[in-house]
């Protein structure tokens, strides 16, 4: 049995108010939802990272872009429109860019969108690459993603992202894991 799910102070005072999830989509009206998820989950695979790291990834990326590969997200004001599976503000695509020549901005396959997260959580202690690895479950491991990683303007993300990440793990086979 897992241990404990950790509840960070952010979060905590929202459980109850707390964004309810959307409804995945039917998989014969979009197949491509699920072998993106699919995709994803063999790409952090590869990395050997644990399948409640994947679990955590994976949530984010859906709750950030529905699983589309190009999509130009949320607009804010001084870092212009965010793109990508994770919804990289243009000047982490540029710095993705200049490190590992992937053109998030122009469609970067899920492998290169992985190697990008990967890089940045490797690179840049702050995004929380450790206490990613650390979450004994979906739930905390969605919740450290959405914290440390994409550090939310909705204070009810961690939350719903530990939710998404425990749905994942429930309602979706994933082979190879």
């Known amino acids: 049995m897992a241990g ?3 509840v960070t102070n952010r979060s905590a005072p929202l459980l109850a108010s707390v964004r309810p999830l959307v409804a ?3 998989p014969k009206a979009m197949p491509q939802f699920y072998d993106v998820a699919d995709e994803i989950a063999m790409a952090f695979k590869s990395y050997g990272v644990t399948k409640n790291f994947m679990l955590g990834g994976l949530a984010r990326a859906e709750l950030e872009s529905s699983l589309r590969l190009v999509v130009v997200g949320d607009k804010d004001a001084a870092q212009g429109p965010a793109h990508g599976l994770w919804q990289w503000d243009l000047a982490r695509c540029a710095e993705i860019h200049q490190h590992l020549d992937i053109d998030i901005i122009n469609g970067a396959s899920v492998e290169d969108q992985v190697k990008s997260v990967m890089w940045e959580l490797e690179t840049f202690p702050y995004y929380g ?3 990613i690895q650390a ?4 739930n905390t491991s969605g919740m450290m993603w959405c914290e440390f990683y994409d550090r939310p303007e909705r204070a009810d993300e961690p939350t719903r992202t530990g939710m998404a990440a425990v749905r994942w793990a429930t309602q979706w086979t994933f082979p190879g894991w």
């Open 4 to 6: 404990p799910t950790l």
């Open 24 to 26: 995945w989509p039917d």
């Open 129 to 131: 690459l450790k206490q």
């Open 135 to 138: 979450a004994p479950d979906p």
